[in-house]
């Protein structure tokens, strides 16, 4: 009897050693856009950071998906979709519940096709507020799920064919949102050089950039020390 219950002692011990070094691991779920789906993208390099550091517990970017509107996101959370990964079924809700760290880029695409071809201001801001309208109505959804860390980033100009007043706009109120809801927003429009773009799309250079915005958020946030 005392051999069993040492055994089980031990047993024990381990157990929680285990818990405690999968919960220093990263749940990393990315709900992004084109940007964050292109080779070589900022979600692939946050995920090779986080592996090469061993923090890496599972990556998730399925639900990702070329110009995410918004609304597709909010719609995707209230329906739970699900998908089918190496066999095993994942659905959003759960992996938002399960994410320490939620990375979320929508809208870009969307918005820029908007605001190139729109010449009308008050049409432009009308627009820009419907998204940022969505975009708090899917923050306040996400945070129901996800009581981790959440990034949010901003829109950018591609190749500064949009009047920057509108990108400022969008990206100020994006923050205060964020700001509202105690989660990071990150704005790397401002850090966008020429060289940076491809056919209106934000090339390797470029998402390196974006990707150590992330790093330095991640080091300041979820990975200090």
Same mark, same amino acid.
Not at 29 to 37: A, I, K, P
């Given at each position: 009897?005392?051999? #069993? @219950?040492?055994?089980?002692?031990? +047993? #024990?011990?381990?157990?929680?050693?285990? $818990?405690?070094?999968?919960?220093?691991?990263?749940? #990393?779920?990315?709900?992004?856009?084109?940007?964050? @789906?292109?080779?070589?993208?900022?979600?692939?390099?946050?995920?090779?950071? +986080?592996?090469?550091?061993? @923090?890496?517990?599972?990556?998730?970017?399925?639900?990702?998906?070329?110009?995410?509107?918004?609304?597709?996101?909010?719609?995707?959370?209230?329906?739970?979709?699900?998908?089918?990964?190496?066999?095993?079924?994942?659905?959003?809700?759960? /992996?938002?519940?399960? /994410?320490?760290?939620?990375?979320?880029?929508?809208?870009?695409?969307?918005?820029?096709?908007?605001? %190139?071809?729109?010449? !009308?201001?008050?049409?432009?801001?009308?627009? &820009?507020?419907?998204? %940022?309208?969505? /975009?708090?109505?899917?923050?306040?959804? &996400?945070?129901?799920?996800?009581?981790?860390?959440?990034? #949010?980033?901003?829109?950018?100009?591609?190749?500064?064919?949009?009047?920057?007043?509108?990108?400022?706009?969008?990206?100020?109120? +994006?923050?205060? &949102?964020?700001?509202?809801?105690? %989660?990071?927003?990150?704005?790397?429009?401002?850090?966008?050089?020429?060289?940076?773009?491809?056919?209106?799309?934000?090339?390797?250079?470029?998402?390196?950039?974006?990707?150590?915005?992330?790093?330095?958020?991640?080091? !300041?946030?979820? $990975?200090?020390?």
């Amino acid at each position: 009897m005392k051999k #069993f @219950l040492i055994l089980i002692s031990i +047993l #024990f011990v381990v157990f929680l050693i285990y $818990l405690s070094y999968i919960d220093q691991k990263v749940y #990393f779920l990315s709900l992004s856009d084109q940007n964050g @789906l292109s080779k070589n993208n900022y979600s692939l390099k946050v995920k090779n950071y +986080l592996q090469k550091k061993d @923090l890496l517990e599972v990556y998730l970017s399925e639900f990702s998906e070329p110009n995410l509107r918004t609304t597709d996101l909010i719609y995707k959370i209230k329906e739970n979709e699900k998908k089918t990964i190496q066999g095993k079924d994942h659905t959003i809700k759960n /992996a938002l519940i399960k /994410a320490d760290l939620v990375l979320i880029s929508v809208g870009n695409e969307d918005l820029q096709k908007q605001l %190139i071809l729109e010449q !009308n201001r008050k049409s432009n801001y009308d627009y &820009i507020d419907s998204y %940022i309208k969505d /975009a708090k109505e899917l923050i306040h959804l &996400i945070k129901m799920y996800c009581k981790e860390d959440i990034f #949010f980033l901003g829109i950018y100009n591609p190749e500064i064919k949009i009047k920057e007043e509108y990108i400022t706009y969008v990206n100020q109120e +994006l923050k205060k &949102i964020c700001d509202q809801e105690n %989660i990071s927003f990150i704005d790397y429009d401002p850090y966008l050089k020429e060289n940076m773009y491809e056919n209106m799309q934000i090339n390797e250079s470029g998402q390196e950039m974006i990707y150590y915005k992330i790093k330095n958020q991640l080091e !300041n946030t979820l $990975l200090k020390s």
